[in-house]
């Protein structure tokens, strides 16, 4: 029983698509986020919702939108989709901001 | 602003030796700090969550402490195997934030 799932685990698509990755915890968990590692294996924070409440936007192209219907789920939706977007993008959980952080197994997106 | 490092980038070592993974943070008013690694094409995994009143935590063959004043925190392995060979990082949440920042890793290979 997977505590953070992330869908899809692969995503190969050409320059300007859409495309949208889903996320959910069955922690109870209050707050997700979304992190990207980039092909040096550096992990930077994306976004960060507590409960369903954005709190963390760092520094993103605006075509990045993260949407949290619930606080079990955050999807990333990415639009017009660029190279530099190559890279494994990954959901994660804690309680209250402050707790010990669950990951999931990522998901890479290939942009071609 | 935190700033996490961690040294050394890499490390190999023959099987049973005992080793340190060191990790340095320059803003100390964190919440905690948590030790992962990570499996190449894998999530990341927790390993232990040091809580910043505590000095030290264990886990089996694992044994993290903190040092919030002098802004460390270190990784024992006692006993090294081959299954410990990962990337292991460490993360510190920014004062009054949601924003954990993560180090840049120590890829760890332990030789049979």
């Known amino acids: 029983d997977t505590a953070v799932s992330q869908t899809p685990k692969y995503l190969v698509t050409q320059m300007g698509n859409d495309k949208s990755i889903k996320c959910e915890q069955n922690?109870?968990?209050?707050?997700m986020y979304w992190y990207k590692q980039d092909s040096k294996k550096f992990l930077k924070i994306m976004f960060s919702?507590?409960?369903?409440?954005?709190?963390i936007n760092e520094t993103v192209p605006n075509r990045f939108s993260p949407k949290s219907p619930d606080k079990a789920h955050l999807n990333l939706h990415i639009n017009s989709l660029e190279l530099g977007d190559s890279a494994v993008y990954f959901c994660?959980?804690?309680?209250?901001?402050?707790?010990?952080?669950?990951f999931g197994e990522g998901s890479r997106l290939t942009v071609l | 602003k935190q700033e996490v490092t961690q040294i050394p980038a890499a490390l190999s070592v023959p099987e049973g030796e005992n080793l340190v993974l060191n990790c340095s943070f320059t803003?100390?008013?964190?919440?905690?700090l948590q030790w992962f690694r990570q499996d190449p094409g894998k999530g990341l995994t927790s390993l232990l969550l040091?809580?910043?009143?505590?000095r030290e935590q264990t886990s089996g063959r694992l044994n993290a402490s903190l040092d919030k004043s002098s802004g460390r925190s270190t990784l024992y392995i006692a006993a090294s195997q081959p299954g410990d060979s990962a990337t292991y990082l460490c993360?510190?949440?920014?004062?009054?934030?949601?924003?954990?920042?993560f180090g840049t890793g120590t890829r760890l290979k332990v030789l049979a």
């Open positions: 993360a510190v949440p920014t004062s009054g934030t949601y924003k954990y920042i």
């Open positions: 919702y507590n409960n369903k409440e954005l709190i």
């Open positions: 922690l109870g968990h209050d707050t």
């Open positions: 040091i809580q910043s009143s505590q």
């Open positions: 803003d100390s008013a964190i919440y905690n």
């Open positions: 994660a959980s804690s309680q209250q901001g402050s707790g010990e952080l669950f």
